[in-house]
């Protein structure tokens, strides 16, 4: 006979993903074990493994949530009537607040993925190139005559925009919505009209 699913399956995998992201991001994946995740957790090792047969597969269970939730919900945002500096200045400011309470996993993004199998590394690196060309085709609409023919200004423009996102975590631990909205809007004038903009 099959084993039942408890009903509170999905809240206990989300717990243990979150306190896994928080252990592998302080100790490092290499470093990390399964009986410190257990410790994090609350829980019994034993009842890690009912939930996840290794630390690899949590490793990617956690990759894949929160790369995928983060794509869906940048690459779905609805940004029709708007103009597309605005549009840009939306997906800056959905970008900052998504991530919002998930400084471990964008951590462990930058730092863990390399340890997992080809395969699995290049579905999670599907999922943001899928964001980074989202936001390039953005850019590219403000000033398409300054991108015409030039992939690699286009791709530096766009990267060096993740790159003032992806490391506010580092200035800013902790900082609220207003805190994440400010640097957004600081951000998209940066990118749209230079420091004389600012």
């Known amino acids: 006979m099959a084993r039942t699913i408890a009903k509170d399956h999905d809240h206990k995998r989300a717990r243990i993903l979150k306190s896994a992201a928080r252990v592998f991001a302080q100790e490092g994946f290499d470093r990390a074990s399964m009986s410190q995740l257990a410790r994090e957790c609350g829980i019994s090792k034993a009842n890690i493994y009912h939930y996840y047969d290794s630390k690899d597969a949590i490793l990617f269970d956690m990759l894949d949530s929160y790369l995928r939730q983060l794509r869906d919900l940048i690459c779905g945002l609805n940004l029709e009537g708007l103009e597309p500096p ?3 200045r939306r997906v800056i400011g959905e970008i900052l607040l998504a991530y919002q ?3 471990d996993e964008h951590r462990v993004q930058t730092s863990g993925m390399s340890a997992l199998p080809r395969d699995q590394q290049q579905l999670l690196r599907g999922y943001q ?5 989202f936001v390039s085709d953005i850019i590219e609409n403000i000033a398409p005559e300054t991108f015409q023919g030039d992939a690699a200004k286009l791709r530096a423009t766009t990267m060096s925009v993740f790159g003032m996102l992806n490391w ?16 957004a809007a600081l951000v998209s004038e940066l990118t749209l009209s230079g420091v004389v903009g600012l």
């Open 168 to 183: 506010f975590y580092m200035w800013n631990a902790g900082a609220d919505a207003d805190a994440r909205s400010d640097y």
């Open 86 to 88: 605005d549009q840009l």
């Open 101 to 103: 309470g998930v400084d």
């Open 129 to 133: 190139r899928d964001l980074v060309r």
